[in-house]
């Protein structure tokens, strides 16, 4: 079998993926889901408190977290673990469809909140999209999330230097979901030149990553609800 006749699949680098939720059926139907993926489960937790413990150790780039856990709140964890593995994208994978948790999970940084119950087409596509920076959230999803929250617990510190033209209209683009490489073709600019462009604003911002950038925009009226 020549190269281009592999799947995917095969060709694709490996995405280390933790598991966390106090189920362990649960996580063994995900696992089992993921097998044949590019997605490699490195790690499970069965708590929030495990799983920083696990994460610390196995360094995932994608988690995908539950919500209510017997050994702990997962919005909680959620925020350690950004804290702690600040470059690792977290995924609420919860049976919760409540707005309210979905605005905690949005302030704490999550990448993503998908219902379980997901096809495995749709997660994969999910995770894929994660993994490549992309957001899961929707402009209108951040700002309905964002709506009910006290401003001052989303997390998002004023600018610590002010953006420039363009990093403002990379910022709106970056609230709309697209990815780099989308951005540029707008900007007519490379896609190497929005990451730059991207991780300037990240750091003017003085938030953690591009979902909370758009947090920042959806707080601050960058980016309006369709």
Known sequence: MTEDQMPDNLCAPSVDVLLVDDHAIWRGGVRSMLEGSEFRVVGEAGS????????????????LLDIRMAGGDGLDALQTLKRELPGAAVIMLTTYDNPTYMARAVAGGAAGYLLKGIELDDLLLALRAVANGEMLLQPQDLIRALRDLNPDSTGASDLIEPLTRREEEVLRLIATGLPNRQIGSILF??????????????????????????????????????
């Open 48 to 63: 929030g408190k495990e799983a920083l413990e696990v994460a610390l150790r196995t360094q995932p780039r994608l988690i």
């Open 189 to 226: 600019i490379a896609e190497s030149t929005v990451k730059s462009h991207v991780e300037h604003i990240i750091g003017k911002l003085g938030v953690s990553d591009r979902v909370q950038a758009a947090v920042w925009a959806a707080r601050h009226g960058v980016v309006d609800a369709a």
